[in-house]
C-alpha cells in the first residue's frame, strides 16, 4: 500500500489542470533545480540523502577536505540554499578578530581548519621566514593573544630581542648585559640551536689565530671585562716576559711586542728573532750563528755593528796581505762577505784603479811585490817604464812619444798598439786609414809634421794635365776637388762659385763652358754662353722686338726651349681667359714694348657691337671692368650700388630692361613715380591722385613689400596706431568715407559720439563746439579729452 501511495503521489504531481495548481513551492529557493525525488524518497521525507545527481562544485563552492564531510545543516541553516554567505567567516569564529581580514584561505585548507603546514608555508613568504628550531615552534610561542583574547600576527617583531629579550638579561655566562653585548643575537646565536653559541671574534679589533683559537672566553675574560679590554700580547703575557732569561727580555730592554719574535700564536716558545728589522741584518754564515756568538755579553741595544768589533782579532793577525801593516781599512765588508770568510776578494772596482783586460787576471804580488798597496801610483808608465823605454817600432823615445801608454795601448791588448789619429791636428779618413805609419812618416818625424794635402801630393799636383792644375793656377788646396776616399775623379764643386751649377749645366762638362782653357773670371751671364741662341730666335724674335738678354727672365737651366714669360712680373699680370691666350691673340702686330694695358684696346669691337644694352648709344663707359670679368666675358654684371641708384628690395631681381627699356642709361630719374606713375595713377583704396597723396612713393612703401604700405598717421595728423583709437577701426574707409578726398573725415559716425543728444549734453557751456566731425578734431587733434 505503501508504494501505491507513493507512485500515485508522484502522477499527481504530473497531473495537470486541478492537481498541479496545489503544486508546493521549492522551499529550497530558486538555486535548487533538481526535483524532490533527487534527494526525498517515499521512505522517508528525512533524513534526505543527497543525490549523485546534484554537484555542489558549479555552485561556485566545491565540497573538499572537511567540507566533504559536513552536514548540510551545519552550513544550510535556512531551507533557502541560495541565502547561504560563501566566506569562511559565516561559517568559522574569526579567532584573529578582523587582524587578517576575511580570506581564511590564505592560511586554512579544506583539509583541516588547522592545516600547520599551510600556515608555515605561508610565513616563508612573509616578514620571517620559519628556519630552524623555529620551524617547529608553536604558533602560540612567539603569537601570544593580546587582551581582547586574539592571537597577535601584525606587527610582531621579527629581531631575535623582540622575543628573547628575557634569555639575554639573565644570561650569565657571560654576562650579556654587564658585558654589553649586542642585543643583535645572531651574531653569536644560529636558528639551528641557541645553545652552544659561537663568537665571531674576527670581527674585532682581536682576531683568533693559532693557539688564541682553543683558549677559552674565561682564558682571557676571567675579570668579566669584554669591552674595551686591550689587545697587546703583554696585557696577558706580561708574566712570561718578566721571567724569561735566555735571553734575559727586561734586562735587554727588549720591547713588550711579543709578537715581534712570538710569531703567528702557534706556539709560544722558540720565539724568533728577526733581525732583518735592525740596523743589522743577518746574511750568510751570520744566519746560523747563535745569539750568543754576538752577544755573549749580553748587549743587546746599542750593540756595534762594525765587522771589527767582533773580528779585530782576525783582522790583527791576518798576515797575508798584513792588513795592519799595509793600513787596510779595518771595514771587512771590502774584501770579506758574510757567505765566505776565508778567500776574501778585493774590489779593486772600488778604487781609483779598477782592474781590466790583463789587470783583471794579475795576482796581487804582480804589482804589489813591494807591499805597498796605499798610494801607489795609477800611471801606466809606473809599471811599464822598461816596455817603453826598449820599443824600437817606432822607438817611442827617440821620437819623443808621451808615456800615457794608454793613448795607443789597452789593458785588453798590449801588443800592437794603435795609434788614434783622430785625437790629433789630422785625423785618419779614407785611404788614409789603410795606410802604414812609414808611408807618411818615412822621415822618422812624428811631431809638427805638415798637415796640408800638398806636403805629400806636390808631385801629383805638378803632373796633372787633365787640366793643368800648375800651369791654371789652382790652388794648392787639393781638398777643394779631391776627397781621401777617391783620389782620382776629382769632383770640382761648382756650388761653391759664384756660378752654381743647376738642371742642364749639371750634365755639361767643363770643356762645354771652359773650352778656352779659361776659368778664373768667366762672365756668368746666360748671354755669354747663348748670344747665339738669342739672335736666331724668331719667335718671338727677341733681337728685333727689344727684349732683354736677361734669359732667365723666362728660360731656366731645368728646361731651356718652351720658355715661359712671367706676365705676372709687368704692368699687366694674365688671369682668366687671358691666361690661355697665346702670345699672338695680343701681340700679333710684334709689339711687346709699351702695348695698351686698357681692355678697349683690345675690345674695341665687342664694344662697338653690343646692342644689349647698346654700349655706344647708351654713353656707357670703355672701362670694360667694370662690368666685364676676365672669367666671365659674356654674362656681364653692372655694379648698379657705384651709381646714385644702389638697387635694394625687389630692385636687385629686376631685369636692366625692365627700368631702361627707353634705352636711356645715363641722366635717368631716380624718383619713384619716374617708373611708378601708372600704379600712382591707377592706386583706388586708397585713391592717390584726387586724395592728394604727395608722389614720393618711399613716403609709405619700400623697396622690400610694395604692397601692404604703412602710412605714418601718428605723426603728422591723427593717432591712429595708439592711444585711445588704436584697433578700433579696420580700413581707412571706416574714418575716410569719401575715397576721392582723404582730406574728409567722420569722426561721429563710428564714435560712441554719435548720439547727438547725449554729446550736446556733455559739451553744454563749451565755447566753439559744434556736433561736427571738423568741430571734434579743432578740440581733439590728439584723439584726447580736453
Given at each position: 500500500?505503501?508504494?501505491?501511495?507513493?507512485?500515485?503521489?508522484?502522477?499527481?504531481?504530473?497531473?495537470p489542470g486541478r492537481l498541479a495548481a496545489q503544486r508546493t513551492d521549492n522551499p529550497h529557493g530558486l538555486s535548487v533545480a533538481a526535483t524532490c525525488i533527487a534527494c526525498h524518497s517515499p521512505a522517508g521525507w528525512r533524513p534526505a540523502v543527497i543525490s549523485r545527481v546534484f554537484q555542489h562544485a558549479p555552485r561556485t563552492f566545491p565540497l573538499e577536505g572537511a567540507h566533504?564531510?559536513?552536514?548540510?545543516?551545519?552550513?544550510?541553516?535556512?531551507?533557502?540554499?541560495?541565502?547561504?554567505?560563501?566566506?569562511?567567516?559565516?561559517?568559522h569564529q574569526d579567532v584573529h578578530k578582523g587582524e587578517f581580514g576575511t580570506q581564511c584561505a590564505r592560511c586554512h585548507t579544506a583539509r583541516t581548519f588547522t592545516d600547520r603546514a599551510t600556515m608555515a608555508q605561508a610565513h616563508q613568504a612573509g616578514r620571517f621566514p620559519l628556519l630552524g628550531a623555529h620551524a617547529t615552534v608553536p604558533c602560540e610561542s612567539c603569537h601570544?593573544?593580546?587582551?581582547?583574547?586574539?592571537?597577535?600576527?601584525?606587527?610582531?617583531?621579527?629581531?631575535?630581542?623582540?622575543?628573547?629579550?628575557?634569555?639575554?638579561?639573565?644570561?650569565?655566562?657571560?654576562?650579556?648585559?654587564?658585558?654589553?653585548?649586542?642585543?643583535?643575537?645572531?651574531?653569536?646565536?644560529?636558528?639551528?640551536?641557541?645553545?652552544?653559541?659561537?663568537?665571531?671574534?674576527?670581527?674585532?679589533?682581536?682576531?683568533?689565530?693559532?693557539?688564541?683559537?682553543?683558549?677559552?672566553?674565561?682564558?682571557?675574560?676571567?675579570?668579566?671585562?669584554?669591552?674595551?679590554?686591550?689587545?697587546?700580547?703583554?696585557?696577558?703575557?706580561?708574566?712570561?716576559?718578566?721571567?724569561?732569561?735566555?735571553?734575559?727580555?727586561?734586562?735587554?730592554?727588549?720591547?713588550?711586542?711579543?709578537?715581534?719574535?712570538?710569531?703567528?700564536?702557534?706556539?709560544?716558545?722558540?720565539?724568533?728573532?728577526?733581525?732583518?728589522?735592525?740596523?743589522?741584518?743577518?746574511?750568510?754564515?751570520?744566519?746560523?750563528?747563535?745569539?750568543?756568538?754576538?752577544?755573549?755579553?749580553?748587549?743587546?741595544?746599542?750593540?756595534?755593528?762594525?765587522?771589527?768589533?767582533?773580528?779585530?782579532?782576525?783582522?790583527?793577525?791576518?798576515?797575508?796581505?798584513?792588513?795592519?801593516?799595509?793600513?787596510?781599512?779595518?771595514?771587512?765588508?771590502?774584501?770579506?762577505?758574510?757567505?765566505?770568510?776565508?778567500?776574501?776578494?778585493?774590489?779593486?772596482?772600488?778604487?781609483?784603479?779598477?782592474?781590466?783586460?790583463?789587470?783583471?787576471?794579475?795576482?796581487?804580488?804582480?804589482?804589489?811585490?813591494?807591499?805597498?798597496?796605499?798610494?801607489?801610483?795609477?800611471?801606466?808608465?809606473?809599471?811599464?817604464?822598461?816596455?817603453?823605454?826598449?820599443?824600437?817600432?817606432?822607438?817611442?823615445?827617440?821620437?819623443?812619444?808621451?808615456?800615457?801608454?794608454?793613448?795607443?795601448?789597452?789593458?785588453?791588448?798590449?801588443?800592437?798598439?794603435?795609434?788614434?789619429?783622430?785625437?790629433?791636428?789630422?785625423?785618419?779618413?779614407?785611404?788614409?786609414?789603410?795606410?802604414?805609419?812609414?808611408?807618411?812618416?818615412?822621415?822618422?818625424?812624428?811631431?809638427?809634421?805638415?798637415?796640408?794635402?800638398?806636403?805629400?801630393?806636390?808631385?801629383?799636383?805638378?803632373?796633372?794635365?787633365?787640366?793643368?792644375?800648375?800651369?791654371?793656377?789652382?790652388?794648392?788646396?787639393?781638398?777643394?776637388?779631391?776627397?781621401?776616399?777617391?783620389?782620382?775623379?776629382?769632383?770640382?764643386?761648382?756650388?761653391?762659385?759664384?756660378?752654381?751649377?743647376?738642371?742642364?749645366?749639371?750634365?755639361?762638362?767643363?770643356?762645354?763652358?771652359?773650352?778656352?782653357?779659361?776659368?778664373?773670371?768667366?762672365?756668368?751671364?746666360?748671354?755669354?754662353?747663348?748670344?747665339?741662341?738669342?739672335?736666331?730666335?724668331?719667335?718671338?724674335?727677341?733681337?728685333?722686338?727689344?727684349?732683354?738678354?736677361?734669359?732667365?727672365?723666362?728660360?731656366?737651366?731645368?728646361?731651356?726651349?718652351?720658355?715661359?714669360?712671367?706676365?705676372?712680373?709687368?704692368?699687366?699680370?694674365?688671369?682668366?681667359?687671358?691666361?690661355?691666350?697665346?702670345?699672338?691673340?695680343?701681340?700679333?702686330?710684334?709689339?711687346?714694348?709699351?702695348?695698351?694695358?686698357?681692355?678697349?684696346?683690345?675690345?674695341?669691337?665687342?664694344?662697338?657691337?653690343?646692342?644689349?644694352?647698346?654700349?655706344?648709344?647708351?654713353?656707357?663707359?670703355?672701362?670694360?671692368?667694370?662690368?666685364?670679368?676676365?672669367?666671365?666675358?659674356?654674362?656681364?654684371?653692372?655694379?648698379?650700388?657705384?651709381?646714385?641708384?644702389?638697387?635694394?628690395?625687389?630692385?636687385?631681381?629686376?631685369?636692366?630692361?625692365?627700368?631702361?627699356?627707353?634705352?636711356?642709361?645715363?641722366?635717368?630719374?631716380?624718383?619713384?613715380?619716374?617708373?611708378?606713375?601708372?600704379?600712382?595713377?591707377?592706386?583706388?583704396?586708397?585713391?592717390?591722385?584726387?586724395?592728394?597723396?604727395?608722389?614720393?612713393?618711399?613716403?609709405?612703401?619700400?623697396?622690400?613689400?610694395?604692397?601692404?604700405?604703412?602710412?605714418?598717421?601718428?605723426?603728422?595728423?591723427?593717432?591712429?596706431?595708439?592711444?585711445?583709437?588704436?584697433?578700433?577701426?579696420?580700413?581707412?574707409?571706416?574714418?575716410?568715407?569719401?575715397?576721392?578726398?582723404?582730406?574728409?573725415?567722420?569722426?561721429?559716425?563710428?564714435?560712441?559720439?554719435?548720439?547727438?543728444?547725449?554729446?550736446?549734453?556733455?559739451?553744454?557751456?563749451?565755447?566753439?563746439?559744434?556736433?561736427?566731425?571738423?568741430?571734434?578734431?579743432?578740440?581733439?587733434?590728439?584723439?584726447?579729452?580736453?
Amino acid at each position: 500500500m505503501r508504494r501505491l501511495a507513493w507512485v500515485l503521489g508522484v502522477l499527481a504531481l504530473l497531473l495537470p489542470g486541478r492537481l498541479a495548481a496545489q503544486r508546493t513551492d521549492n522551499p529550497h529557493g530558486l538555486s535548487v533545480a533538481a526535483t524532490c525525488i533527487a534527494c526525498h524518497s517515499p521512505a522517508g521525507w528525512r533524513p534526505a540523502v543527497i543525490s549523485r545527481v546534484f554537484q555542489h562544485a558549479p555552485r561556485t563552492f566545491p565540497l573538499e577536505g572537511a567540507h566533504a564531510t559536513t552536514s548540510c545543516t551545519s552550513c544550510h541553516q535556512s531551507l533557502d540554499f541560495s541565502k547561504v554567505d560563501r566566506t569562511c567567516a559565516s561559517c568559522h569564529q574569526d579567532v584573529h578578530k578582523g587582524e587578517f581580514g576575511t580570506q581564511c584561505a590564505r592560511c586554512h585548507t579544506a583539509r583541516t581548519f588547522t592545516d600547520r603546514a599551510t600556515m608555515a608555508q605561508a610565513h616563508q613568504a612573509g616578514r620571517f621566514p620559519l628556519l630552524g628550531a623555529h620551524a617547529t615552534v608553536p604558533c602560540e610561542s612567539c603569537h601570544t593573544p593580546a587582551r581582547n583574547g586574539q592571537l597577535q600576527f601584525v606587527n610582531r617583531p621579527v629581531t631575535c630581542f623582540g622575543c628573547h629579550a628575557a634569555t639575554f638579561r639573565d644570561a650569565r655566562s657571560p654576562d650579556h648585559s654587564a658585558a654589553r653585548f649586542s642585543p643583535d643575537c645572531t651574531t653569536c646565536h644560529t636558528q639551528v640551536s641557541w645553545a652552544g653559541a659561537t663568537f665571531d671574534h674576527n670581527t674585532t679589533r682581536f682576531p683568533l689565530a693559532g693557539r688564541h683559537l682553543a683558549v677559552t672566553c674565561q682564558g682571557c675574560h676571567a675579570d668579566g671585562a669584554y669591552q674595551g679590554k686591550p689587545t697587546s700580547c703583554a696585557s696577558c703575557h706580561q708574566a712570561a716576559y718578566d721571567a724569561s732569561v735566555e735571553p734575559p727580555h727586561a734586562a735587554a730592554r727588549f720591547p713588550t711586542l711579543c709578537e715581534s719574535c712570538h710569531q703567528g700564536a702557534e706556539t709560544w716558545k722558540g720565539g724568533t728573532f728577526d733581525h732583518a728589522a735592525t740596523r743589522f741584518a743577518l746574511t750568510g754564515a751570520h744566519k746560523a750563528a747563535t745569539c750568543a756568538d754576538c752577544h755573549g755579553d749580553k748587549v743587546y741595544v746599542g750593540k756595534s755593528m762594525a765587522c771589527a768589533s767582533c773580528h779585530q782579532a782576525d783582522y790583527d793577525a791576518t798576515a797575508n796581505p798584513p792588513h795592519a801593516k799595509a793600513g787596510f781599512s779595518a771595514t771587512c765588508s771590502t774584501c770579506h762577505g758574510t757567505t765566505r770568510w776565508l778567500g776574501a776578494v778585493f774590489d779593486h772596482a772600488n778604487t781609483r784603479f779598477p782592474l781590466t783586460g790583463g789587470h783583471a787576471g794579475s795576482a796581487c804580488n804582480d804589482c804589489h811585490a813591494d807591499g805597498v798597496y796605499a798610494g801607489r801610483s795609477l800611471e801606466c808608465v809606473s809599471c811599464h817604464q822598461d816596455d817603453y823605454a826598449k820599443t824600437t817600432n817606432p822607438p817611442h823615445g827617440a821620437a819623443g812619444f808621451v808615456t800615457t801608454c794608454a793613448s795607443c795601448h789597452t789593458t785588453v791588448q798590449w801588443t800592437g798598439g794603435a795609434f788614434n789619429h783622430a785625437t790629433t791636428k789630422f785625423p785618419l779618413t779614407g785611404a788614409h786609414l789603410t795606410a802604414g805609419c812609414n808611408t807618411c812618416h818615412g822621415d822618422g818625424v812624428y811631431r809638427g809634421k805638415p798637415t796640408t794635402c800638398l806636403s805629400c801630393h806636390q808631385a801629383d799636383f805638378a803632373a796633372t794635365a787633365n787640366p793643368p792644375h800648375a800651369t791654371l793656377g789652382f790652388p794648392g788646396t787639393c781638398e777643394t776637388c779631391h776627397t781621401t776616399s777617391a783620389w782620382a775623379g776629382a769632383v770640382f764643386d761648382h756650388a761653391r762659385t759664384a756660378f752654381p751649377l743647376t738642371g742642364g749645366h749639371m750634365a755639361a762638362s767643363c770643356n762645354d763652358c771652359h773650352g778656352t782653357g779659361i776659368y778664373k773670371g768667366t762672365p756668368t751671364a746666360c748671354v755669354s754662353c747663348h748670344q747665339t741662341d738669342y739672335n736666331n730666335t724668331a719667335n718671338p724674335r727677341h733681337a728685333t722686338s727689344g727684349f732683354g738678354t736677361t734669359c732667365e727672365t723666362c728660360h731656366t737651366t731645368t728646361q731651356w726651349a718652351g720658355a715661359v714669360f712671367n706676365h705676372g712680373a709687368t704692368q699687366f699680370p694674365l688671369t682668366g681667359a687671358h691666361l690661355a691666350a697665346s702670345c699672338l691673340d695680343c701681340h700679333a702686330s710684334g709689339v711687346y714694348k709699351g702695348l695698351p694695358t686698357a681692355c678697349a684696346s683690345c675690345h674695341q669691337t665687342e664694344y662697338d657691337g653690343t646692342t644689349n644694352p647698346h654700349h655706344a648709344a647708351a654713353g656707357f663707359t670703355t672701362l670694360c671692368a667694370a662690368c666685364h670679368t676676365t672669367t666671365g666675358w659674356p654674362g656681364a654684371t653692372y655694379n648698379h650700388n657705384a651709381t646714385s641708384f644702389p638697387l635694394t628690395g625687389a630692385h636687385t631681381t629686376a631685369t636692366c630692361l625692365d627700368c631702361h627699356a627707353d634705352k636711356v642709361y645715363n641722366g635717368k630719374p631716380t624718383t619713384c613715380v619716374s617708373c611708378h606713375q601708372a600704379d600712382y595713377n591707377s592706386t583706388t583704396n586708397p585713391r592717390h591722385s584726387t586724395s592728394g597723396f604727395p608722389t614720393s612713393c618711399e613716403t609709405c612703401h619700400t623697396t622690400t613689400q610694395w604692397l601692404g604700405a604703412t602710412f605714418n598717421h601718428d605723426g603728422p595728423y591723427f593717432p591712429i596706431y595708439s592711444g585711445k583709437h588704436l584697433q578700433k577701426w579696420s580700413s581707412c574707409a571706416d574714418c575716410h568715407q569719401n575715397a576721392g578726398n582723404y582730406k574728409q573725415f567722420e569722426c561721429i559716425l563710428c564714435h560712441e559720439h554719435s548720439d547727438k543728444a547725449k554729446v550736446d549734453a556733455d559739451h553744454k557751456g563749451r565755447s566753439g563746439y559744434t556736433y561736427t566731425s571738423m568741430g571734434c578734431y579743432s578740440c581733439h587733434p590728439r584723439g584726447t579729452k580736453g
